[in-house]
Every structure is written in C-alpha cells, then in structure tokens.
C-alpha cells in the first residue's frame, strides 16, 4: 500500500525511513533534490575509446554482460567539461559557472542532496523514484530502468538524467527533477542486501563508493 503524506512524516518521525525531515513532502511523495553540481558525472567515452583502441577494438564498447560497475565508474566517469563563456557545440553535457547544460541527446549521472532509504534491521518500506509530469513533459528522463529502492537499502540516490527531448535543460543544485514515493512490504525481507551482495549501500557519490 502507498503512503500519505502523513504516513510518510511518521514514519520519518519513527526513523522507519531514512529522509531529512524538512524534505518537501507533497500528498503522496517526497521531493527530491539535485546535489551540489560538482557531483554530477558524465562517461569519458574519448578514455574508453582510447583504451579500446589499444585493444584493438574499433568502437568505444562495453560488454554488459561482464560489467562491474564500481570499476567502470571509478575509470571512466568524469567531470563535465566547464565554459566561461560559450560553450563548445560538441559537448552534450558541459558545465556554465554553477549551471550545468544538458543538450537534446545528453546524459548525466547526478546524486541527490538527501540520504533516502529504509534501515537494514527490520526494513517495513520500499520506495519509488518517480519523474515530476511537468518536467518529463520537456523530455527530461530522471531515471531509466531501476527507480526502486529496495528495502533496507539507504544513500544518496543517484539519478541517471537523459535528456529525450528538443531543448536543452539547464540544471543546478537544489533543482527538484524526481519525486519518492513510499510504500509498505507485507513482511520483512528474509535477506538483507548486505547478505546478498549489494556495494552501494550507504553510497555517497555516483560512482557508488560509500
């Protein structure tokens, strides 16, 4: 069953979820909001190219199947590229002072300011990242294929941003692009995620390092 803004203020309250209590919450979610801009990361494709082509392999690939993404991150993930000016056209991604431009086509990884989650010791919630309708209207994707947050998993979420639309997006920190909603499991899990192999437990960053 989701959760009400009042279920969700006290279960905050009862320390059953992991959120700042002054977090903007609406009737049926919470809000959330972008970190500072120096967290926001962006693949070095020219490295993995560069790396590929001393392997003798002609594109910048990546064998998903294989994929460790605490190695990969730490590698190939970088700081967007920085203008004072007028930025290069060739860049999706760059940054302008404490902006950070997002062309049609671009993709960013960007955490968010609050720690969110549920406890590891009896977790009584999961929770959901949403888009905000508004913004989505515009083509912004906030997240892709994982918007859950498992049980008794908590950190700082990271938002895998693409921009699918015609305009470019600029972004800063406290900007409000995603939404949580809560909602109760019907019991508590028989595993935790530390027993089953989760790293980014408790993570800070995108590269998800604790």
């Given at each position: 069953m989701y959760q009400s803004d009042r279920d969700i203020q006290w279960a905050i309250q009862k320390g059953l979820l992991i959120c700042d209590p002054n977090a903007k919450i609406d009737p049926t979610s919470i809000d959330l909001r972008l970190d500072?801009?120096?967290?926001?990361?962006?693949?070095?494709?020219?490295?993995?190219?560069?790396?590929?082509?001393?392997?003798?392999?002609?594109?910048?690939?990546?064998?998903?199947?294989?994929?460790?993404?605490?190695?990969?991150?730490?590698?190939?993930?970088?700081?967007?590229?920085?203008?004072?000016k007028m930025p290069s056209s060739k860049d999706l991604v760059c940054r302008?002072?404490?902006?950070?431009?997002?062309?049609?086509?671009?993709?960013v990884l960007w955490q968010t300011k609050d720690v969110i989650g549920t406890p590891q010791s009896n977790p009584q919630f999961i929770c959901f990242v949403d888009g905000k309708s508004t913004r989505a209207r515009t083509g912004l994707l906030v997240h892709l294929t994982a918007p859950?947050?498992?049980?008794?998993?908590?950190?700082?979420?990271?938002?895998e941003i693409a921009n699918l639309g015609p305009l470019t997006f600029v972004l800063q920190e406290d900007d409000v692009t995603a939404q949580l909603t809560v909602a109760r499991i019907s019991s508590v899990p028989e595993h935790t995620h530390v027993e089953v192999g989760s790293t980014t437990i408790g993570q800070k960053d995108v590269t998800g390092k604790q």
């Open positions: 500072s801009i120096d967290a926001a990361k962006i693949w070095d494709v020219d490295k993995l190219r560069q790396d590929n082509d001393i392997a003798g392999i002609p594109e910048p690939e990546v064998r998903l199947g294989e994929f460790r993404y605490s190695q990969w991150s730490v590698k190939y993930l970088c700081a967007p590229p920085k203008y004072d302008r002072g404490e902006e950070l431009l997002v062309r049609p086509g671009g993709f859950t947050i498992h049980a008794g998993w908590s950190g700082n979420v990271v938002l």
